[in-house]
Structure formats: C-alpha cells, structure tokens
C-alpha cells in the first residue's frame, strides 16, 4: 500500500487513489486528420515497463485532482509527483 | 492415568487459578497463564495430532507462532469453532475445548495412519504425478486423497463475534518486544519518538526473561533480572504504547503493515460475549525497528519428528517460563551450546537429563564445562541415526558421525528417552523483513541469511538481525539505533555486558544414518511431511530452482510456511547441487507471517455492511406497498410491486398497461445527476456528446449520448439546460460515478482552459417520473398554477414551479414514449412528493411501477439501456441511431473512431428488433442467434439483449445485437434453445407508436 504524496493534499494513503495509466500521452488536437494508425498508436498503444514509468493517478476519494506520478515499477519507488500540465522532472 | 510433570512454580504461571480445558474430550486442568501446549506437556499428553500426508502421530514441537506439528480445531461443534491453531498460541481458560485434526476416527487410533506404511507410494510430486496420469485413474485417487486430505473444519453458523479495524499512525514501530525490541521501543519514545510496541505473546519479554545462564551478564545481573528491571521502567515512559497479543501479519511497501490484535481469544467464553474478538491494526510507521528474534532450527535426521521429540529451545521454556517438564527422561541433540542451556535450566529444576548427543567434536565453553560437571553424559561427534517409538518417543539410537559428517561408524548405542530436545542453530526470523521488499544475503560463517538491503526506514536488531550474542546485539542495537534515531548517546551506552564465548559450530543440513536415505525418513517440513530424500528425489529429476523445489514437495508451503525447516531444505540443495546456499537465495516468505481469521480481515463489513447500498427517499413507501426490490449498482430499487399474491409476470404486465392506459409513477432517484456550471458549460457538452449543444434554448432538455474515446457507447441520458452557463445532466443509474470521473478527467488533463465546474449532486434530489395519458390531469392537481398546455410546456422542456412551499424542478421528458413529467424536489421532500402524487392520482388509478415495467416499456418504444443493450462494443451507429452523431461538429469524444476501419463494417452486430412467429413466446435473454439450424459448428450471428411479453401489443417483443442486422430487416432466423428452435423474424426496433403521437397525448 503506497503513501502518496497528493501535491493538493499531502500524504494519503493508497486507497484513497486510482491510477489512470500512463501518463504524457496528450489528446490530438485534430483528430480528423489522422490516419488510421495513427489514431491507433494514441488510443490504444501503452507501456508497460520494467522501470521508471510515468503515470497518471487521480485522488479520487481525495480532492479529486489528477496529477502525475514518476515510479519505478520494480520496487514500486514513487520517485517524483507533480501536478498536471507540469513538466516532468529530469531523472 | 495422566501423570503430573508441573516441576516447580513460575512467576507467569498462577498457580491459584487452576483451569479445567477439555482436549480430544477428556478433560484436563491447567493454571492461568498455561497455553493448550504447556497445559498438555505438564498432563505428559505430547500426542496431539497427525501429520497430513502419512498421518504420523506428531507432537508438540515449539513453543511459539512457529509450530508446525500441534495445529488444533478449538472449540469444535460451536459457532465459535476455529481450525488450525496453533496449540503453542491458545492460551487456556475454563472451558477451552480443542481437538485434534486430521485424523481419524482418532489421533490415537487413524486409519490414514496405514500412509505411513504405503509412504514408498507417496513420494516427491506426488499429486503432480497423479494428474498426470491417466485420467481414469484419477477418480480413484481422488477419493482416498479426499477422504485423507482436511486441515480442520470450518465454521457452519455465522460467527458471533464482533471484529474491527484501527488505523495507527507513528513514528517509529517496533515490532517484537524481546530484549531488543523492548530497549529499541524505549529509547525511542525516550527521544520523543510517538512508539508502538507489538509482540505476538501475552507477556513481553521474549526468551530473555527466562535467560538465567550465569555465564552471560548485563551489569553484573542475569539477562533475565536485568531486562525485568528495564521493563518496569517502560510504565513511567511517555510517547510509548505497547500492545501484546498483537502479531503482526504483513509488512507492505511504505512502512505500512498490518497486525492482528487478539482481545478476547484467552477469555471464558462468558466474558468474550459483545467484545470485540479480534482488532485488524493498520500501522503506518515513519520508521519500522524489526526485533522479531530468531527461530530455532531442528536437526535432521531418520524419524525425527515423534511425539516427545522438541525443539531444545522450546524444553526450556516449558522449563523456566511454564514450570513443565516434557520427560521424565531427557535427552539433547545439538550442533551448539544452546542445548546446554537448556540441559542446565532442567537440571536446576531437578528434572533429569539423561544425556547430551552433540555432533561437534568438542566445546570448552563454561556452560558446557558446567554440565559435564553436573554429570550429564555427553557423547562428543555423535549423531541420532534412528528414533523408536509409535505415539510417543521411547529410545534413541547414536552412533558416531565421521570427519566429514556424511557418515556413521562404530557400534550402535541405544538410549532410552521420553524428550528429545533438538538444537540446530538460530535462523533469523526475516519474514517481514523480506516481506517489505527488502533483500537478505547469506552469512557463510553464520550460516544463516540476514537483512542486507533496506528498501524503506527500517532497521534489524536483535537476532533477526543476524546478532546472536548479547554482546553484540547490545553494541549493534546501540549504533543502528543512533543511526536511525539521529540521536548521539542512548540508555545503551554504559551498559557492561560479559558473555560465555562459545567457541566451536558444526553445521550438517541432513545428518546421515546407518541405513541409506532411501530408508529412512528425515523430516524436512513436518507439516506437510516432506523428507530429505523427498528433496534429493526432486533435485534428481531434474528441478533447480528453489521454488520449484518447494511446489514440488510442497516444501514450506503448510500454514507455517516452513518456519523449522526451510533452512535445511535449501542447504541440502545446495549441498547436492553443489552450489553455495548464497547463490540459491531463499523462497519467498508470503503474507500473513500466521494465518489470520476471516473476521479480522472483513472487520466490520459484514452482514448488511457487507456491500453497503443507497435507498431512495421514497424506499420507506416502497416497502410499506410491498415492492420487491433489485439491486442496481449500489442502488436498491423497486423492482415491482406486486398485489395480491401477483406473479413477478403478473404485476409487470398490469403495471405496463395501466401505465399506458391510465397513469403510472416511477421513482427515478437513482439516476446520476450531475450539476455543469461555468462559461464553458455549452462548450463542454459539445465535446462529450455527440450531438450540439450549444443551441440548446435555456428551459429546454436533450438527450444525450456519451462515446469512450474508442467510439462505443458509454452512457445516455437527458440534460437540461437550466440558464446560460448552467446545466443539470443525468447519467444511468449504474454510471454515475463513472461519468463524473471521465468528465473530471477531461476538465483537468486535456481541456483545463474551459471554465467549468462539476458537481454531483445526485443524492440531492428526489424524482418521480409521473407517465401516462392522465399524467398532465394529476400534475395539474398538484401545482394547479402551473400552464401545461403544450405551447408553454412542451415535451423536452423544463419549468420551475412550487407545489405549496417547496420548490421544484419539472421536466417534461419521456422514457416510456408516454407523455410524461419528471418532478425533482430536495431529497429530503422527496417521500411527500411521492404521497402527493399517489394522492392526486389516485381517481386516475395511479399504478406505481418498478424498474421492470420501465424496462418493458422503454423496450415497446425501442430505446436502449446502455450496459443491456449495448455492451462496450456497440457504437451509435451500430444501435441505428445514426441520427443522434452530430455530422457538423469537429470533434468530440469518440468521434474519430466512429469511421476506423473497424467501425465502419457493414458486418458489425447491429441493434435490431426480433419478433417470435409464435407471439406467446418469449426469448430468453442472452439467447443465441443463428440463421441456419442444420449446420454444425453454426455461426452465431448475435444474442438477445432485451425480452419481453408486451401488455400493450398483446405479443412478445425483443431487442438484439444481429451481424449485418440493419440489412436484414423481415428476414427469418433461428434461436436454438435446449429443447426447442425458436423460428424469428427481424425487425423495426421500435415496436409501439413509432410516430411517437403519445408524446403529446
Ligand atoms: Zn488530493
């Protein structure tokens, strides 16, 4: 069970969230005017590593809030939040 | 006739409450303070159970959480029965009842007993084995493993007792309180730590309270006098809690782990009744200190698991801590100086020692130099090569072991005993330890693994990290403890401690006998009855990895996960193999450290909070008139409402009909509702439907339908748009949350520019969805100043009105193609709202409907249910509701995956009406479609989504997902049932008034 550090909140525990996939992965902005395959890579194309991941999560039993979550998924090591639009910190 | 070994008084046992226990029927007496185990050892009982595959008489082996052999049932027969506990664990109070498990009809006399004898049948991967071989074989198999199989019996009426759950938050948790963890625990809440202390044991201390060996010293006293005094310091400590009885089940990343706190277990079963039984802890801890001790290791060798045969350890706790000798006639086997520890606390007590078997060549420790003085018999290089006795240890037979240790020479030596005390070294109790995700490595001197990499705030001390000696656990303990403290001096830093230097180990994983190993049976894992030779036989085939070799033989896979024995296991590979125990790692230790019950992990979540439910404001109504209810999400509805012994089909149908001839009332709280403001709002809708929106007049209403991103239906309902930058939207029953949640999504990662606020407000509202021909006449009655004509209150529209004082929200929309009128008010008005209706309607025969005439009726009209109709592979066009995509509008979600390849099939299964020639059919939903009968294997072309008799068309009607179905229009197809082929015709969707005149009837 994580503690997660909710960059609105504090530490909460990881109950109170939902992880939302990977994050960085922005809508088009024309989605009319993509091909086929492309439209593909963005709606159904993920990782899944062995690593440092980045990925969405959602306090929803929380504030509700969306921010982003740096994390080593082999350890489970958060290694860095931050809040939407922001941008990922160096690693 | 039971024989009384109760040697001499003991502080912790209380002498003056004597307790009367019932075990396996016959009753026996204990003191306060005895467990199940000490009070059975001190009645000389040692036979309590059988082992699981060769039903071996087995005994008490241990003195703690670890026990592998004497797992009860107590109190069998009641609601409050438990199986397998741990008879080391239960502590008695009169009227405890246990029993022996898995034997029978007896531990005494048990008839799988004659597995022992057909043991050359049950070797390594046997049931592996049997799978695999041919299936027919199996039903045979399968009877007597069945029949042979069982760890305890399960409870068959509900539990009485009450179990909770707390979450504790501190800043440094020590888990065990033995000397170390009792020193860690006060210098830390000392320096203003907010400290737990936990320890599994209704007393703390650990094995140091009973530590009396004269040669080891704390400031001139005995380990033991010396940790008394420090624990009477800990009243006058603040900042410290302690907690016993609290074994600590798991150790989860982030410092969070959770506990079992036993509150009631040692209590008559007087006193236990409206207490809370067991407490689930859930610790978070800024800093974890592990101080869970070390285990003891048995040796191994041929027939090393009778009645009587113990770990050296636990004899002297039921020496020194219960005042209970295990024999009249003692014997230890040791490859260290614990036994002499433990022949000395016996001899001090008068209990007799007839002799110490020691496979080293020689100790000139002090304590062993004062057991010889004693003039115990101690038999230097010599090993146990067999064992006698049936129910119960009788003899021992030594013979002396070679330079090498993989042999015995010489003359056999008989020795006649009652108590085997067995000592092979001190394995580092790591499991929570490795638990948190932190790794061990292999300390080749000591021959055991110790925590190396930390991956949280955590620290070993004591013997579970690795320090055996009270020496070196003061000097470790005092350093990490300023390490992890940040503190410069402790309580520990003066502290004199001289200790007896023990200076010769001998380590043999599997001590050889006279006979080969093929004919000898040296336990491994004694619950689940795994030998050597089951291990070397795995090894032989072929198996490597130390899991494999676990499953395999099942190795460490029992309740106590091998705790005894895992050591050996390993080292015994690695001896074979030829490999070093470093390079083998261990397997992995699972949650929970000891089994936890049932109740303490659902806590309070049963019965009724089990899946906890939302009722309407009108439910007390709905009960009062006798609905039966449906679950819908969390939601329970009124389903229907049937009268006079009706039928569920009986007041559906009656229901349906009076609602299209007369007058029906819903009650549609349920439905999500979601409050949309800000500038933005217009905008935003435009993006999540896929209809415009931004015509939308203010005081009128739409209906709505929502895509995933992928193209396919996600939700509908109808939102109204209350005033320029305010909208109320409903969502499915079901969907609500979900809704909210993706919208929210959107708002904040990818459109965060648009200004607008959602809020569900949901339980805010009560709606009662008035329908039928006579709905207009019964809301006139109720708000007699409000103009209904169709000019100032069209369909699709929204009026503000106040039925006497309370205000209203009127929607004049329609799910059941009647006309229609939905009335929200606060919730809390909500059951008088309904009343007023009821009321109102009552010359018009208002008829009260469930969520299964909705159904019905929205079925006649051709309208979806998403999650019945649509199953996250239909998309609009799918559903023929092409009508509702939004041709002009550049985006929104889902829309570009509406013309993906994919999507765009003709061949897709397409929503279609289907009617059965015979009208008095009606499909079953979920039924299969297919269009040939005489052809196998057929394809199926799609199923049945919804089914009903319709009232009104007086014919059974059903909705369904068909491939290519919008072309096959009046086309014959087939639903195969079981018995029957169901001939049917496809057609229009829409089956009652498909100009929808009743709309404005
Ligand atoms: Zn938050």
């Known amino acids: 069970m994580f503690l997660i550090n909710c960059p609105y909140c504090g530490e909460r525990d990881q109950q109170e969230f939902k992880a939302g996939g990977e994050a960085h992965i922005e809508r088009p902005k024309q989605p009319t005017e993509l091909s086929d395959d492309e439209w593909a890579e963005y709606l159904f194309m993920r990782k899944n590593i062995k690593g440092v991941q980045f990925e969405r999560w959602n306090h929803a039993h929380g504030c509700r809030k969306w921010f982003n979550m740096v994390r080593d998924t082999s350890n489970d090591e958060i290694k860095a939040i931050y809040k939407m639009g922001e941008k990922p910190p160096a690693q | 006739m039971i024989k009384n070994l109760r040697v001499k008084s003991s502080e912790y046992i209380d002498e003056t409450n004597r307790i009367s226990f019932k075990f396996n029927g016959k009753t026996y007496h204990g003191f306060k303070g005895d467990t199940l185990a000490s009070a059975l050892l001190a009645n000389n009982v040692h036979l309590v159970g059988r082992s699981f595959k060769y039903h071996r008489p087995r005994g008490i082996m241990t003195s703690g959480s670890e026990e592998p052999n004497a797992i009860v049932q107590v109190n069998p027969g009641t609601n409050r029965t438990e199986p397998n506990v741990r008879a080391t664990e239960v502590e008695i109070y009169e009227g405890l009842e246990a029993s022996s498990q898995n034997c029978w009809p007896s531990v005494e006399f048990d008839i799988g007993g004659i597995n022992n004898f057909l043991s050359p049948f049950f070797p390594a991967g046997f049931y592996y084995k049997t799978f695999m071989w041919p299936a027919s074989f199996w039903e045979k198999y399968e009877f007597f493993i069945r029949h042979s199989a069982g760890l305890g019996k399960s409870p068959t009426s509900s539990d009485p007792d009450i179990y909770d759950h707390r979450n504790i938050h501190c800043d440094v948790l020590v888990v065990g309180a033995g000397i170390s963890g009792i020193l860690a625990a006060k210098n830390a809440a000392k320096n203003n730590y907010k400290t737990l202390l936990v320890d599994e044991k209704n007393e703390i201390g650990g094995s140091t309270i009973f530590e009396n060996n004269e040669f080891n010293k704390i400031d001139n006293k005995t380990p033991s006098e010396w940790l008394k005094k420090e624990i009477e310091e800990l009243k006058n400590i603040k900042n410290l809690e302690i907690k016993t009885r609290t074994s600590v089940a798991a150790y989860h990343q982030y410092n969070y782990l959770l506990a079992r706190e036993n509150l009631t277990d040692h209590l008559e079963a007087k006193d236990k009744t409206n207490k809370i039984r067991q407490r689930l802890l859930k610790l978070r801890a800024k800093k974890v200190i592990l101080a869970t001790g070390a285990l003891e290791r048995p040796l191994i060798f041929n027939n090393n698991d009778r009645p009587g045969i113990m770990l050296s350890s636990a004899v002297k706790k039921y020496s020194e801590f219960y005042g209970v000798a295990c024999g009249s006639k003692n014997i230890f086997f040791t490859n260290n100086d614990s036994a002499y520890e433990s022949a000395l606390s016996l001899y001090n007590k008068g209990i007799n020692v007839e002799a110490i078997i020691d496979i080293r060549e020689q100790s000139e420790s002090k304590i062993v130099k004062k057991v010889k003085e004693a003039g115990i018999k101690i038999y230097w290089s010599y090993s146990i090569v067999d064992t006698t006795g049936y129910k119960r240890l009788n003899s021992v037979s030594i013979m002396k072991l070679s ?95 001289e200790i007896d230097q023990e200076n010769s180990k001998r380590n043999i994983w599997l001590l050889p006998s006279d006979k080969p190993l093929g004919k000898t049976k040296p336990f491994v894992d004694y619950q689940n009855d795994a030998t050597a030779k089951d291990i070397k036989l795995a090894l032989r085939e072929g198996f490597r990895s130390i899991e494999h070799v676990k499953r395999y033989t099942t190795t460490g896979m029992g309740t106590d996960q091998g705790k005894l024995g895992n050591m050996h296991a390993l080292g015994i590979i690695a001896d074979t193999a030829g490999v070093k125990m470093g390079e ?57 409402y049937p009268i006079n012994g009706e039928t569920m089909h009986q007041a559906v149908q009656r229901e349906s009909k009076a609602a299209r001839e007369s007058a029906g009332i819903l009650d549609a709280s349920t439905l999500g509702k979601i409050d949309i403001q800000g500038s933005d709002a217009s905008e935003f809708l435009n993006r999540v439907y896929t209809n415009a929106w931004s015509k939308l007049a203010i005081g009128k209403c739409r209906y709505g339908l929502m895509l995933n991103e992928d193209g396919m239906v996600y939700d509908d309902g109808v939102t109204t748009r209350l005033g320029e930058n305010h909208y109320i939207m409903t969502t499915t029953t079901g969907g609500a949350a979900n809704v909210l949640g993706k919208l929210e999504d959107y708002l904040q990662t990818e459109w965060p520019e648009l200004d607008v606020y959602l809020t569900s407000v949901t339980d805010h509202y009560a709606t009662a969805s008035l329908c039928g021909p006579n709905s207009k006449k019964i809301l006139k009655k109720i708000i007699p100043d409000l103009d209904l004509s169709d000019e100032n209150f069209p369909h699709m529209s929204f009026k503000e009105a106040n039925i006497g004082s309370i205000q209203c929200r009127i929607m004049r929309i329609s799910f059941t193609g009647e006309h229609s009128y939905e009335i929200n008010v606060q919730a809390s008005y909500g059951k008088d709202l309904w009343k007023k209706c009821m009321e109102a309607g ?143 015709t496809v057609a229009h969707p829409v089956f009652y008034d498909e100009k929808n005149e009743r709309l404005n009837a």
Request: with cysteine.
């Open chain 2, 403 to 497: 330079n090498d240790g993989t042999s015995v020479t010489g003359s056999k030596i008989s020795i006649s005993c009652d108590c085997l005390g067995v000592a092979g070294g001190w394995t580092p109790a790591v499991h929570l330890y490795t638990q948190s995700g932190s790794k061990l490595k292999f300390d080749e001197e000591k021959k055991v693994f110790v925590p190396n990499q930390n991956t949280s705030e955590q620290i070993s001390v004591g013997s579970c990290g690795g320090d055996f000696k009270i020496d070196e656990i003061i000097k470790n303990l005092n350093q990490k403890l300023k390490d992890t403290l940040n503190i410069k001096e402790t309580d520990l830093d003066n502290i004199k401690v």
């Open chain 2, 584 to 640: 083998l790692g261990t397997t992995t230790f699972r949650p929970p450290y000891t089994p936890l019950t049932f109740g303490t992990i659902v806590g309070r979540n049963v019965g009724k909070f089990f899946d906890i439910f939302r009722r309407t404001p009108m439910n007390d109504w709905h009960v009062e008139n006798k609905a039966e209810f449906e679950n819908v999400g969390q939601w329970k509805r009124a389903w229907y």
């Open chain 2, 842 to 984: 009552q010359e018009f025969n208002i008829t009260p409907y469930g969520t299964e005439t909705m159904h019905l009726l929205r079925a006649e009209k051709g309208f979806i249910i998403v999650g019945q109709d649509t199953d996250g592979t239909m998309t609009p066009i799918d559903l023929q509701m092409d009508w509702i995509v939004s041709k002009k509008k550049y985006d929104f979600i889902g829309k570009r995956s509406l013309y993906r390849s994919d999507t765009m099939r003709e061949d897709r299964k397409q929503l279609v009406g289907l009617l059965t020639d015979d009208p008095n059919i009606v499909l079953e939903e979920g039924a299969q479609i297919v269009s040939e009968l005489n052809q196998s294997p057929v394809e199926m072309l799609g199923h049945v989504t919804s089914s009903y008799f319709s009232p009104n068309l007086n014919k059974s009607i059903a909705l369904a997902v068909v491939r290519g179905g919008k072309d096959l229009m009046g086309k014959k197809l087939f639903v195969p049932m079981e018995n029957k082929n169901i001939n049917v």
